[in-house]
T-cell receptor
Framework: AQSVTQPDIHITVSEGASLELRCNYSYGATPYLFWYVQSPGQGLQLLLKYFSGDTLVQGIKGFEAEFKRSQSSFNLRKPSVHWSDAAEYFCAVGQASSYKLIFGSGTRLLVRP | EAQVTQNPRYLITVTGKKLTVTCSQNMNHEYMSWYRQDPGLGLRQIYYSMNVEVTDKGDVPEGYKVSRKEKRNFPLILESPSPNQTSLYFC??????????????FGEGSRLTVL
């Protein structure tokens, strides 16, 4: 069965510092991979997605993620965090004709001034 | 403005009192779905619909019902709510199967408390 693991429940970084959020997936074939962000009191918004091709994908708000098949990982990165990036981040995996996305448990990002 | 609208946003109710959470989207999307979000568990799919009058169970359908009589609306019905249904509920829509498109458009969520 497909599954997504986000090993970090909370991460705190200083404003201006770099960020990496971890995501590991379990899936038999090449999955479709996504990162979503949930700001306080809001629904989830798609940051970026990977279907195939270049393993480094760019998203909105300056985020990027790298697909590493050998490590079954799809980590999210940002070179310099802004206070407005404080939110909860969800990694998700999908499969054609599955009619759903499977979400990880989320990582809450706190940003220190 | 393209959006998914849920109502109510907040609700406190008592065990056994039937309730409905409405969901409407204005993007002419074929696919709609309900998820619940619980701490440490992420989002889990309750039901989904690929078209009018076509609905199917997700991973946690027990205790819930849905209907899709119109393309834009997908209400979630709790016939006899129980405390374990206390959760944050999200409605989401997509042009097509999100397993293909990857992009789900989410409502702002409905926080339900069952006493």
């Amino acid at each position: 069965a497909q599954s997504v693991t986000q090993p970090d429940i909370h991460i705190t970084v200083s404003e201006g510092a770099s960020l990496e959020l971890r995501c590991n997936y379990s899936y038999g074939a090449t999955p479709y991979l996504f990162w979503y962000v949930q700001s306080p009191g809001q629904g989830l918004q798609l940051l970026l997605k990977y279907f195939s091709g270049d393993t480094l994908v760019q998203g909105i708000k300056g985020f990027e993620a790298e697909f590493k098949r050998s490590q079954s990982s799809f980590n999210l990165r940002k070179p310099s965090v802004h206070w407005s990036d404080a939110a909860e981040y969800f990694c998700a995996v999908g499969q054609a004709s599955s009619y759903k996305l499977i979400f990880g448990s989320g990582t809450r990002l706190l940003v220190r001034p | 403005e393209a959006q998914v609208t849920q109502n109510p946003r907040y609700l406190i109710t008592v065990t056994g009192k039937k309730l409905t959470v409405t969901c409407s989207q204005n993007m002419n999307h074929e696919y709609m779905s309900w998820y619940r979000q619980d701490p440490g568990l992420g989002l889990r799919q309750i039901y989904y619909s690929m078209n009018v009058e076509v609905t199917d169970k997700g991973d946690v359908p027990e205790g819930y019902k849905v209907s899709r009589k119109e393309k834009r609306n997908f209400p979630l019905i709790l016939e006899s709510p129980s405390p374990n249904q206390t959760s944050l509920y999200f409605c989401a829509s997509s042009l097509d199967d999100p397993g293909n498109t990857g992009e789900l458009f989410f409502g702002e969520g409905s926080r339900l408390t069952v006493l």
